[in-house]
């Protein structure tokens, strides 16, 4: 049992749209992810998503309407839910998903990661 501490992970992480596993709670996976850009449009049939933002900020978008997300702030995305996130500058976010969660939730193409690194 050691202090993680979040500036130190997402240090590690070299590219965008790459989620690592950071620690584990119950059945869910803390993860750091970096992103810039748009990532594509997709849900996730049984699993919740949380994100909060550390650095910079990012917009979720749904069908219908855009939430924006800043730092210090989280979202989370009910399974099902059609959604996207996209960011114009780098972010830095802190994801809780259960450990079934693939990250293309219900589509699958060059960003699909079934295996995640832990850091």
């Given at each position: 049992?050691?202090?993680?501490?979040?500036q130190q992970?997402?240090?590690?992480?070299?590219?965008?749209?790459?989620?690592?596993?950071?620690?584990?709670?119950?059945?869910?996976?803390?993860?750091?992810?970096?992103?810039?850009?748009?990532?594509?449009?997709?849900?996730?049939?049984?699993?919740?998503?949380?994100?909060?933002?550390?650095?910079?900020?990012?917009?979720?978008?749904?069908?219908?309407?855009?939430?924006?997300?800043?730092?210090?702030?989280?979202?989370?995305?009910?399974?099902?839910?059609?959604?996207?996130?996209?960011?114009?500058?780098?972010?830095?976010?802190?994801?809780?998903?259960?450990?079934?969660?693939?990250?293309?939730?219900?589509?699958?193409?060059?960003?699909?990661?079934?295996?995640?690194?832990?850091?």
């Amino acid at each position: 049992m050691d202090a993680v501490n979040i500036q130190q992970k997402l240090a590690q992480v070299t590219g965008f749209w790459q989620p690592a596993i950071v620690g584990e709670l119950n059945n869910d996976y803390i993860k750091v992810v970096k992103f810039r850009g748009e990532f594509l449009w997709h849900h996730h049939e049984h699993e919740d998503e949380m994100f909060l933002v550390v650095r910079g900020a990012m917009r979720m978008k749904f069908r219908g309407r855009d939430v924006l997300v800043g730092p210090g702030e989280f979202i989370i995305v009910p399974r099902g839910v059609e959604h996207m996130p996209v960011a114009e500058d780098e972010v830095h976010v802190v994801l809780i998903e259960p450990r079934s969660t693939l990250n293309t939730g219900n589509v699958r193409n060059e960003r699909t990661r079934d295996s995640l690194a832990r850091i």
